[in-house]
């Protein structure tokens, strides 16, 4: 359960920064000859978390284990069609991997682009975008 907790409250904050860059960038009714700011409310589509489950595989050619994907549960019907984002960090919180889809209701398998040293990842965090 505390796992959970930590991905929803990853996602919280990572929305968060993603809505102010997306509120900065459409700044409402201000024009090049003017100075200001507009505010909007940005909504979650999925309040009650979600849950991960790793798929790793060895990789004899890096004698290593690897995470080849992240499955991603328990995501809202309101989510589909939003872009959903894997992070795979180091206990630094430093990327090792990144991988997106287009998020679908229920379970979301994103597999990774460079398969990390399962070792060292340490924390994954999870953003839903769109």
Known sequence: MGRKRYVVAAAVAAVAMLGAAAM????????SD?????????????????TT????AYDATDARDEVTAVTVGGVDASCAG???????????????DTASVVAASGS???STSTPP?????ANVHI????
Request: hydrophobic residues 50%; charged residues 15%; negative net charge.
């Open 24 to 31: 900065a960038a459409t700044l409402g009714g201000i024009t």
């Open 34 to 50: 003017n100075l200001g700011a507009d505010r909007s409310v940005v909504a979650s589509c999925d309040t009650d978390g979600v």
């Open 53 to 56: 489950a790793f798929t790793v």
């Open 82 to 96: 939003q872009t959903l984002t894997v992070v795979l960090a180091d206990s630094s919180d430093v990327a090792l």
């Open 108 to 110: 979301n398998v994103v």
């Open 117 to 121: 040293d399962a070792e060292l990842v």
């Open 127 to 130: 953003v839903i975008t769109g």
